[in-house]
Structures are given as C-alpha cells and as structure tokens.
C-alpha cells in the first residue's frame, strides 16, 4: 500500500487531530484526505474521483454514516475500509480509536482480513425509461413526506406477484442495512455473509405482511400504484429523489462489494451484544 486516504465525519476535531497524527506517523505513505477534511487541515484538496482512485486504503474516522459516504465516494472501487468509530452506535466502524494505530500497523503489514459486503444496484423507472440508477449499502427506501396517507406499492420478485403492500412505505435492506432502519421496521437481522434482500413494509396495512427475506440474485420490483403525493425514494438516507404515480424501483444484487477491514479483537455477534444491549435489564 502506497496511499492511505482518510474520510472524516464533518465538523469533528477529534477527526482532524486523528487525521494529523496518521500523517505523521506513516510519512513513507501518501497521505490524502477528502476535500472536507483537506479544508479543515490546509491540506491540498483532492477531488472526489481522484481520491477514489489512488487510495489503496481508506480510514473512516466517524461513524457508520461516514463509512456508507465513503462507501458512494468509491464507486465500487474494492478498496479496503478501515473503520475508527468516532460516533454512538457504529456497527460498521468497529476499531475504537486507541487500538487505531496498532490495527493499522497490522493492515499496512498486510496482516488483516475483510469482510465483504454486499451492495444493491437500484434503478427507478418511469414511464419505461429508467431515469435514476445507483448503488447503495445499507437500504433502498420509498416513504412519504408530510401527508400521512397509506399508498399502494405493488410488489413483484421475478416478475411474480407478491402483493400490493398498503403502507406508509418500503425499505429494501441489505444485510449490512438490516440492523439500521429495517430493524426498526420489524425486520430480521441478517448476518452480513448471508447474501440477500430485506423487504419489509413501514406500518402496513396489513398485519399479515410482514417482512420478507429474498435471494440475493432475484430482482424485486415495487410499483408506486398510487398517487400520493411528496413520495420519496431514498438510498443509503445519502440521497433523495422525488416520486410519481407508475413510477417502478427495481433493486437487486449489485456485482460490486464494500470490503471492511475486520476488527480481529471483535466478532459480529459481540458487536450485537454491545450495540443492542442484550442481556440488559
């Protein structure tokens, strides 16, 4: 590895003064830092594709949000992911920030492992045209805006029939996206290795409709069938884009992965115990 780049959650200090000391530590090292970042240290700003493509290795230093921003930043690029978790929750960003530089010395010594994450390719269609197409981490959401009105997604895997589900809307969810807003929807949580598709309805109708978890490979489809308005799509809550009566997401199984440098003093389940609070009274 010949150039680290660090992404840093905004407005942080202690982000920027991580930063620093990273650059001083491994001055064999190309340091680069994201344009944010490079602002707040009078470092040379870099854009965003050119970042994206010399980094041999990035470090996030925030929480999960920062790392599914570095996540887009990469544009599918298999760039390994060090996570530091300067936020509250962080099921992602696993290396607290005193085992940083020795789990670092490890990855640039070349003694470290990752864990390969799926991502979903969502493309919104309209009118037969497709008009948007990204990738996302964590979910796929289409949910309303201020009018509390119950809308009818039509819902097919394969092109079969599953339902239309009467609610307030749908989240598409990853693995890695099943302990974030799918989780609070009622979905399971899915070990990150498993891969699949998490659909679940937000306050449906129904109370036979429930979660659902689909091979990853297979194409799911909802149908906006009706016209409610301020309707959105919003993938990885990054990005937001307007929706119209007839307009079809399509979400599957993007060929592109996320590759996290493991924590190796921690596993999955420990974070879940951590995190979750199980056990707790």
Not at 13 to 23: D, F, G, S, T
Not at 103 to 118: I, P, Q, T, Y
Not at 173 to 192: D, F, Q, R
Request: charged residues 20%; neutral net charge; proline residues 5%.
């Amino acid at each position: 590895m010949q150039t680290l780049a660090i992404v840093a959650k905004r407005d942080t200090p202690a982000a920027v003064e991580l930063a620093v000391r990273i650059r001083e530590r491994y001055t064999h090292l190309t340091v680069l830092a994201e344009r944010y970042l490079s602002h707040a240290l009078g470092w040379p700003r870099v854009e965003d594709r050119e970042l994206a493509q010399r980094a041999d290795l990035v470090v996030v230093l925030g929480g999960d949000g920062t790392l599914i921003y570095t996540a887009r930043l990469l544009s599918g690029r298999p760039v390994p992911i060090l996570g530091v978790n300067l936020g509250s929750l962080g099921f992602m960003t696993e290396v607290p920030v005193d085992e940083l530089f020795a789990v670092l010395d490890e990855v640039l010594a070349g003694r470290f492992k990752v864990d390969s994450r799926m991502k979903l390719t969502c493309r919104l269609v309209r009118a037969g045209k497709t008009v948007l197409e990204d990738e996302v981490l964590n979910d796929v959401v289409i949910n309303k805006g201020a009018l509390a009105r119950i809308a009818d997604h039509e819902t097919s895997i394969e092109g079969v029939p599953i339902t239309t589900y009467k609610a307030d809307g749908m989240i598409l969810a990853t693995p890695t996206g099943s302990t974030a807003y799918s989780l609070s929807a009622g979905g399971p949580i899915v070990h990150p290795s498993v891969d699949c598709t998490i659909l679940s309805p937000i306050c449906s109708h129904a109370l036979t409709q429930r979660s659902i978890v689909v091979p990853a490979d297979r194409t799911i489809r909802v149908t906006l069938r009706s016209e409610t308005a301020d309707t959105y799509l919003t993938l990885d809550g990054q990005t937001g884009h307007s929706l119209q009566g007839g307009d079809c997401i399509e979400v599957v199984r993007s060929p592109n992965r996320v590759n996290l440098v493991r924590n190796p003093h921690i596993a999955y389940f420990t974070i879940l115990r951590q995190k979750l609070h199980w056990g707790e009274r």
